[in-house]
């Protein structure tokens, strides 16, 4: 949610309402290729609370989160420190977070600051703000509606 909360509210209003699309979406299923595929060696998706899926962890200092394209990068930094965040607060302190580009050969290190909490209990309170809203929020008509799995629902 965190992730949509950034690439779209309407998407995330649509998931947490139920109304989920993304299975069997090409691009969906495309990244998920590249995850099983990418890092063979490692302990991969870690499942926590039922709540968010960690591509991988490395020795629980080091979270990587797998990414096919750095178009929405601002939205997986912000999955990359929620998750920091959830496992600081389950008492886990990770040192730090790397999003990783296989295709692109590339790689980011992300951080948690204090600011950076702060931000994410704004956010959090947000995005419960917005669960609870009625309608959906406007669609944003964006170019990557083109790609996302709920464009019938918003534009046809
Ligand atoms: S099609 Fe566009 S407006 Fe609709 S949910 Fe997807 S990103 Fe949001």
Redesign the pocket.
């Known amino acids: 949610m965190i992730y949509y909360y950034f ?2 509210k ?2 995330l209003w ?1 998931f947490s309402n139920d109304l989920t699309m993304e299975k069997g979406n090409e691009l969906v299923e495309i990244g998920k290729l590249i995850d099983e595929n990418s890092y063979k060696r490692e302990k991969k998706n870690i499942l926590i609370d039922e709540n968010i899926n960690i591509d991988f962890i490395k020795d629980w200092k080091v979270i990587h989160e797998v990414k096919k394209s750095k178009k929405i990068e601002e939205a997986s930094i912000w999955q990359l420190k929620y998750y920091m965040y959830l496992l600081k607060e389950k008492g886990i302190n990770i040192e730090k977070g790397i999003l990783d580009y296989p295709i692109l050969r590339k790689r980011k290190e992300i951080y948690l600051d204090e600011k950076s909490e702060q931000d994410l209990e704004k956010i959090l309170q947000d995005i419960k703000q917005i669960q609870l809203l009625n309608t959906p929020p406007l ?4 170019p ?2 083109q790609k ?4 019938e ?3 046809i």
């Open positions: 690439v779209c309407r998407k649509y669609a944003i008509n964006d990557i509606c996302c799995a709920y464009y629902l918003c534009y």
